[in-house]
């Protein structure tokens, strides 16, 4: 079982969410924006994987800048990305290499496929 | 000796006459009293007369005094006495036999010796269709400025060699440049180089030796003076019946306002297609909130209500994907909706594939959603019930019939033995086809048995306009 980080500025879809992937057997740690993520990234806390949105209210793109800066402090983590914007080229150039993208609107179908393959990567 | 051969014939040994008889100018010979002594053959023809009416008279009683002209009586009273020759002398009169002219007059002292009075001799070329062109291409010229000064857009007009031959009023103002900055200069030299663009510079070569015009190629830069700005260049050929010097018309439209309404428009549009999915992405964790604490039998119908909330979205995508201005076109949405089904429900390695077979037709947006929900539904049935061993073909087909159109989704699976199968819980999606056959106006066509497989065919009226007729705005 893996430890995800979930980075969601709406905290019932943050939720909604979280509670899919413990259905899962997993496990997740929770942040509204890049400050309090960065800070459990920071933390000694064993984490697998990073699941951001990409718009954070505080930063458009925050979670582009976010999964960045994750890599920097925590090389082996894996990162899946959401948004329900459409993922222009542009975007995709900002995105760390190797990662996953999922858009919203997502099923807990959609997203339980999406971990799995994030995971087994 | 009486055997000498004869020579050869020289030049000097043609006679004056002869060379003076040829001569396309119109010539006579005035002596010191100014009566014409002879003219030549030109003068004859030119000024319809002959030498009976012309040889010894005076040049101002011939013809009627029609050579009693203010400007000639200057030539041969005032100038000609004080030099030996005139050249180029212009005179412009109304003759009464020929019309108005416009006379190029050479004149020259002629002495022969022992002769100290000596002759005038008078080349009159007849230059009026050569000035009356003159006359009209200047008065072309300045036609074809005044239209091009009245004209909003900038542009310029360029030589073979790409220097600037005349820029508008719009140009020099817009670019705060004066016309001798501009004149015999390239385009790629004015300004800060701004137009130095080695596309455009390609473009440029080809509108002259191809005759291929340049439509719409769109330059954003720092302009001095202006700021930032967008222009969308045209280019094309000009040419003049005859010439074979050839031209370019370059305009420069300024679109930076229109550009910048766009971005507005298409960052309004994310940020409300992002609020949408943001939205959907609620109602969908609102079902799988629900569905978690729900028996087993009714979980499959949330994942179903799932499924269709994702496709709604998937749509708005794939509509934004296939936008042509104010239309949908159905070839492009149906093979955007073929590719999105075949990732999301059957992924790289299935035996199953999605193919399309559309007419160029448009499709209201407004109806987009609802069509390619239909879509949705029927690929979804034949993908869930058609092939138990994961292998087959689905065919979207999209066909204009008469004044209505034919959806066709065709499949070469095991076909639909049971009857009975409407009860069953996954046909709901044929309650769905119905509820959206109706939504568009259309009816479902009874499709018989055509051997292998399922076929469902709808026929939906006034939903699409044949690709073309459709009202459109630039994307």
Redesign the interface.
Known sequence: MAVILVVEDDVFTRTIAELMIQDWGHDTLSAGDVDEALSLLRSPQHIDALFTDIYLQTAVLGGCDLAHQAIKLRPNLRVLYTTGNSVTDKMKALFVGGTHFLGKPYTPYQLQDSVKDLLAA | MSDIAPRTKTVSDIAASDIVETVPSALIILDRDLNITSANRAFYQTFRTSADETEGCHIYDLGNRQWDIPALRTLLESVIPHRASVEGFEVEHDFPTIGRRTMLVNARKIFRPGDHDGFILLAIEDVSEERAARKESKRNWQLTQSIVDTIRDPLVVLEQDMTIVTASKAFLTIFGITEAETHGRRVSELGQHQWDVPALRHLMEKVLTENKPIESFEIEDNFPGLGRRVFNLNARKISQPGNHSHRMLLVFEDITDRKQRERDAQMLT?EI??????N???????I??E??STAQPCVQGY?AM??R??AI??LY?LI?HSSRGRTIAVDAYLREIAKTMSA?LLGNISGIKIEVKAEALDIDPDRAVPFGLLVNELTTNAIKHAFPDGTGRVMLCVERVGDQIELTVVDDGVGMKDQDSAKVPEKRGSDYVAIFVRQLGGTIVPSGSEGKGTTVRIRLPLLLVPSGDADRVAA
Do not use: T
């Open positions: 994310n297609s992002h609020r949408i999915k943001n959907l992405q609620v109602i969908v964790g609102l799988a909130f569905a978690r994942k799932q499924a909330i994702g979205a998937q995508d934004s999301s």
